[in-house]
């Protein structure tokens, strides 16, 4: 078909507008971010780790907290209003294909988890004297874009179980644990040990060491934490992939 | 009891329907079952749509009216029977770009324009209508800037409507489409309705409104607990029901007239009495005999409302 290229290019360009025109939303997914960044490494400036500012090393954390909320809030509250209140059936009931729909989402969600990593890279260049290099930015903004699929993932189960009304709290209580846990908002030695073992089995902090790493912080394979990366995206999509058979089986 | 007397030669019509397959159907349920777990929503259900027509889903809550349009949209699967529209399947995207659908929605993204909602949806179709004419039909005049949160109920039913004719479809589902719109607004979308059918467009309408169904039905469905009760015009379905209703002012006891035989109902307003009746010259006859001073007398046919009550035997009047 002609028009279907088309058909994504709007979605997605709606799925932006209508998001970013949407102030609820954009407070929970850049102010959180932005925030706590502010809070926790912009004013420790004068506070050295691993040889730089501290403000440096949370760069990676912050960016992935980021990336995180814009991707379980966009998609997981995002769908559940739209299935919730019927929105998904007019839209189903035409001739729009289904991909379009969740790639707009997760466009959406990529375009904002890069942006909020690019203001947390001028706030922390421009107030804390952070200094990192075209290349290692490059890399770091990458390594958000690809490691946003994860939680995009797991955003789609949110979306597809939970009531409209109850998703944000969920996924508030989702974001957060698995955020504090998974060494985004302080450097994980600095948590207790059994913390710290937990946080392995979490997508979170390999998303998190992938980050570092880019900003020469964490030597761990690459290829094992994209391993566990994929692991989880292909846990998570079979498993919205279940539920959403079985409620097309009772709709 | 006159549900059953009703219903016999209305289904007799429904069978001799189905029998015929002609060239104009577009769209078909044949003996459709929807289970949901243990429940049946539809029940052996079968109803066709040709060409042109207007036909009106009637029935009331729970009766499996949008269970079956969901099942033509696709948005749902049979359980067992067969759905059929333009000769394909409703999940195609060929048969979907021939369909426009209006569904109950209860919220939709509110940060969108009135404007951009129609230029998306429009950009599913191959062929969209201009969007200028879009707006006129749907009578979005003035409302293209507006964000859709701040629209009334009323103005969200019109932008519904008109995404559902955005790609100029040839069948129209309406699901409870004047819900929430005043007396105007019902009206003009009546006409556009009209207007649509007059196009050669066919429009399925579900509606708990008779006097909807009334106004714009070539054919009435009638569902009751899944399965088809009754079919015809309005005409049809108001000249099945033999009921009249008897309207006067009399000294005459309600329970002495409830108590005469073929009298369904008696309501007393003030001094003047309501009786429903299947037999209206005897009642008559017996009344005007008891009390000389009868007066006001009135006798008039079933309403659609009546037929409908009577089919689906949820009589509200009062017996006293």
């Known amino acids: ?129 952070v200094h990192i290099t075209t290349f290692e930015g490059l890399r770091l903004l990458a390594v958000i874009a690809l490691g946003v699929v994860p939680f995009a993932s797991l955003g789609l189960i949110i979306g597809l179980v939970m009531p409209s009304n109850a998703a944000p709290g969920v996924i508030n209580l ?71 058979r079985r409620q097309e089986a009772r709709a | 009891m006159a549900a059953s007397v009703i219903s016999e030669p209305c289904h007799n019509a429904t069978e001799d329907v189905t029998d015929h397959a002609d060239a104009s159907v577009i769209a078909s349920l044949r003996s459709v079952t929807k289970k949901f777990g243990q429940q049946i929503a539809l029940d052996r259900l079968s109803l066709e749509l040709r060409q042109g027509e207007v036909v009106a889903l009637l029935g009331p809550n729970g009766a499996g009216k949008t269970t079956a349009v969901r099942l033509l949209l696709g948005l749902s699967e049979a359980t067992s029977g067969e759905v059929s529209i333009f000769g394909g399947n409703p999940r195609d995207r060929a048969s979907r770009l021939r369909l426009g659908a209006m569904l109950q929605v ?38 293209r800037e507006r964000f859709f949160g ?66 714009l039905a ?20 108001k000249a099945a029901d033999q009921s009249r209703t008897i309207r006067c002012t009399t000294s005459l006891q309600p329970s002495f007239v409830s108590a005469l035989p073929g009298v369904t109902s008696v309501e007393q307003e003030g001094n003047t009495m309501l009786v429903r009746t299947q037999a209206p010259e005897a009642v008559l006859r017996t009344m005007l005999e008891r009390d000389p001073a009868l007066s006001g007398l009135e006798v008039r046919a079933a309403a659609l409302e009546d037929a409908f009550l009577a089919l689906t035997n949820q009589t509200t009047a009062v017996t006293r």
């Open chain 2, 106 to 143: 209860g919220r939709m993204p509110d940060t969108l324009r009135v404007r951009e909602h129609l230029q998306l949806f429009s950009s599913y179709y191959d062929h969209p209508r201009p969007l200028e004419e879009l707006q006129a039909v749907a009578g979005l005049e003035g409302l």
């Open chain 1, 174 to 244: 989702i974001y957060l644990p698995l955020s504090f846990c998974g060494g985004l908002w302080m450097p994980i030695e600095t948590l207790p040990h059994w913390l710290q073992v937990i946080a392995h089995g979490l997508p979170s902090f390999w998303f998190a060491r992938l980050a570092l790493r880019t900003l020469g912080y964490s030597d761990s394979s690459a290829i094992l934490a994209w391993a566990l990366l994929a692991g989880y995206t292909v846990l998570f999509l079979s498993a919205a992939a279940f539920i959403f």
């Open chain 1, 1 to 129: 078909m002609a028009t279907t290229p088309v058909i994504y290019f709007n979605e997605a360009r709606f799925e932006l507008l209508k998001l970013s025109r949407n102030r609820s939303y954009l407070f929970s997914m850049i102010g959180f971010p932005v925030i706590f960044y502010l809070l926790f490494g912009v004013t420790n400036k004068n506070y050295v780790f691993h040889g730089h500012t501290i403000a440096r090393y949370l760069l990676a954390g912050y960016s992935c907290f980021g990336a995180m909320g814009s991707s379980l809030f966009g998609i997981g509250a995002g769908l559940a209003f739209e299935r919730g209140h019927g929105w998904l059936e007019m839209k189903r009931a035409s001739p729009m294909p289904a991909a379009a729909y969740l790639l707009a989402k997760l466009s959406v969600s990529i375009t904002f988890a890069v942006g909020i990593a690019l203001l947390l890279m001028t706030l922390g260049t421009a107030l804390a004297g």
């Open chain 2, 218 to 237: 070539s054919r009435i469905i009638v569902v009751q607990k899944g399965k088809v009760i009754a079919e015809g015009t309005s005409a049809e379905l």
């Open chain 2, 150 to 215: 701040t629209l009334s109920g009323g103005q969200k039913q019109r932008v519904l409507f008109a995404l559902a004719l955005c790609g100029d479809p040839d069948l129209i589902c309406l699901d409870e489409p004047t819900l929430g719109m005043d007396v105007e607004a019902r009206r003009a979308m009546w006409e556009q309705v009209r207007k649509l059918a007059a196009q050669g467009k066919t429009i399925l309408l579900t509606t708990h409104y008779l006097e909807e169904a009334d106004a």
